[in-house]
């Protein structure tokens, strides 16, 4: 499994059409194959910082995720007005966090 996290930082005018445009983004990664987990929401909208939380099944999903004609134009649109600090991980001996 691989983990994207980390956060994307925009102008603070422009979180309320970025997230506007990621829902529908996100709805249509969420149902990618080997999409385990996708979200994008504001963590300081006052400053435009964005948090990434982001699980694939492998890097065949992520890479097909990241070449789809959606992704490109998406990244297309926003490159201009966002600055990406996100890292992949690789992760293994997933648990659940307590027990109940």
Same mark, same amino acid.
């Given at each position: 499994?691989?983990?994207v996290?980390? #956060?994307? @930082? /925009? ?5 309320g059409?970025?997230? &506007?445009?990621?829902? =529908?983004?996100a709805? =249509? *990664? ?5 999409c385990?987990?996708y979200?994008v ?5 006052? *400053?435009g910082r964005m948090?990434?939380a982001? !699980?694939? !099944? ?6 097909? @995720? /990241?070449?789809? #004609?959606?992704?490109i134009a ?8 966002m600055?990406?600090g996100?890292a992949?991980?690789d992760?293994?001996?997933? !648990?659940?966090? =307590? &027990?109940?």
């Open positions: 499994m691989l983990i996290n980390g #956060y994307i @930082h /925009l102008a603070p005018s422009d979180v059409q970025f997230v &506007a445009d990621m829902a =529908t983004f709805r =249509t *990664t969420r149902a990618r194959d080997g385990l987990f979200a929401a504001p963590d300081d909208p006052s *400053t948090l990434v982001e !699980r694939w !099944r492998d890097q065949a999903a992520l890479d097909a @995720h /990241l070449s789809a #004609y959606d992704t998406f990244v297309e649109r926003w490159q201009g007005r600055r990406s996100l992949k991980f992760a293994g001996n997933e !648990r659940v966090l =307590t &027990a109940a």
